[in-house]
Nanobody
Framework: QVQLVESGGGVVQAGGSVRLSCAAS????????MGWYRQAPGKQRELVAR???????NYADSVKGRFTISRDNAQNTLYLQMNNLKPEDTAVYYC?????????WGQGTQVTVSS
């Protein structure tokens, strides 16, 4: 069992930056594929960025060049640095851990970008 707790959300103006964190409850984090997803009102949850245990990353086209995903295996923590935020980035952001066939989710953190 892995528990994930996100933090760092809030209200930011367009063009601003926010860093999200996701703390995992145990060291199995180091072998998990970790990801950030988001869900805007009335829309489906979508992948924002993902990072493998070997640190290979992939991003949604809409955030490439603006967002950076990273992980600190020693601290069991996942990060998402979001720069040049746009109103369309407004959503609840969720942390996900994928370990083999098991998938764990955090409770989500709201990011609101005002224009």
């Amino acid at each position: 069992q892995v528990q994930l707790v996100e933090s760092g959300g809030g209200v930011v103006q367009a063009g601003g930056s926010v860093r999200l964190s996701c703390a995992a409850s145990n060291s199995i984090f180091s072998v998990a594929v970790m990801g950030w997803y988001r869900q805007a009102p009335g829309k489906q949850r979508e992948l924002v960025a993902r990072i493998a245990s070997g640190r290979m990353t992939n991003y949604a086209d809409s955030v490439k060049g603006r967002f950076t995903i990273s992980r600190d295996n020693a601290q069991n923590t996942l990060y998402l640095q979001m720069n040049n935020l746009k109103p369309e980035d407004t959503a609840v952001y969720y942390c996900n851990a994928q370990i083999s066939t098991l998938s764990y989710w955090g409770q989500g953190t709201q990011v609101t970008v005002s224009s």
